[in-house]
T-cell receptor, first 114, second 112 residues
């Protein structure tokens, strides 16, 4: 499986500010995703990060709030914009491995908005 | 929203006991994945299932892909304290590409 790292691992931010989360993979992968995990909840897909084109967002998530970049096959960023306390969550990136259907997750970024 | 019903929500067991959990859906899935998440970590893939009726083991873990393709089961035998964590099922539907749908999770506590 791919080795996935995320930065930062955690942050405490003030409302109204923005935070950019980085996801780095140790090998080239075709598909990368961003998920949100609210406290005590399951994982919800935010968007598919497409290399060289705009991300594909799931219902309830918009580009203005969660802009995503994917400049190459090993790196992606997710920005949480104009944050409010409701954005306090763990944000996780994932990649599809060799098995096509198997997805692997990064360690997550724990965000607290005050 | 969530389309996978995972049960039980939580389990409290004694070390050495066997554990079973399951996921059901009204939709058909082509792939079932089972993950474990420890506190402060991302989910770790335990088992992947690709065919209806498939039974796959990974050490003390055994998972099955239901024959209706609408459910999956995970069993843990002879539990140990390090089995503590949250277990998630996740599924891929034919129309969803690689976009996973997750269950609500089962919180497992193992008492030594």
């Amino acid at each position: 499986s791919a080795v996935i790292s995320q930065k930062p691992s955690r942050d405490i931010c003030q409302r109204g500010t923005s935070l950019t989360i980085q996801c780095q993979v140790d090998s080239q992968v075709t598909m990368m995703f961003w998920y949100r995990q609210q406290p005590g909840q399951s994982l919800t897909l935010i968007a598919t990060a497409n290399q060289g084109s705009e991300a594909t967002y799931e219902s309830g998530f918009v580009i203005d709030k969660f802009p995503i970049s994917r400049p190459n096959l090993t790196f992606s960023t997710l920005t949480v914009s104009n944050m409010s306390p409701e954005d306090s969550s763990i944000y996780l990136c994932s990649v599809v491995g060799q098995g096509v259907s198997e997805q692997y997750f990064g360690p997550g970024t724990r965000l607290t908005v005050t | 929203g969530q389309q996978l019903n995972q049960s039980p929500q939580s389990m409290f067991i004694q070390e050495g006991e066997d554990v079973s959990m399951n996921c059901t859906s009204s939709s058909i899935f082509n792939t079932w994945l089972w993950y474990k998440q420890d506190p402060g970590e991302g989910p770790v893939l335990l088992i992947a299932l690709y065919k209806a009726g498939e039974l796959t083991s990974n050490g003390r873990l055994t998972a099955q892909f239901g024959i209706t393709r609408k459910d999956s089961f995970l069993n843990i035998s002879a539990s140990i304290p390090s089995d503590v964590g949250i277990y998630f099922c996740a599924g891929l539907r034919e129309t969803s590409g690689s976009r996973l749908t997750f269950g609500e999770g089962t919180q497992l506590t193992v008492n030594p």
